[in-house]
């Protein structure tokens, strides 16, 4: 069983910089597409970030493009979002997908396409 658990969310000032982070357990990480969502409050999940199994695909949301970067370690079976230039609509929860049923691709922008999830960490960006 894939465990997903997510860290490095705060509260940052508008501007600022955020690194989250989401550690994998279990399953075969280095072959799964992983993702990043996000949920702010009374609205849908959405579609941050992708990243293909050995990092050479990416994806972003163009709310962030630009602005965050997905990456991955997978010797140490880690993701990373750096998230730079924040604003005040990025304040959410911020969840750590995986995708075991596909692997050298970055187009999984659907919640559906993820089988595994973090229990998400929250970030704020006070304006």
């Known amino acids: 069983q894939v465990q997903l658990v997510e860290s490095g969310g705060g509260l940052v000032q508008a501007g600022g910089s955020l690194r989250l982070s989401c550690a994998a357990s279990g399953g075969t990480f280095s072959t799964f597409v992983m993702g990043w969502f996000r949920q702010a409050p009374g609205k849908e999940r959405e579609f941050v970030a992708a990243l293909s199994w050995r990092g050479t695909y990416t994806n972003y949301a163009e709310s962030v493009e630009g602005r965050f970067t997905i990456s991955r370690d997978n010797a140490k079976n880690m993701v990373y979002l750096q998230m730079n230039s924040l604003k005040s609509e990025d304040t959410g929860v911020y969840y750590c997908?995986?995708?075991?049923?596909?692997?050298?691709?970055?187009?999984?922008?659907?919640?559906?396409?993820?089988?595994?999830w973090g229990q998400g960490t929250q970030v704020t960006v006070s304006s």
């Open positions: 997908a995986a995708d075991p049923r596909q692997w050298n691709t970055a187009a999984a922008t659907r919640a559906i396409e993820y089988d595994y």
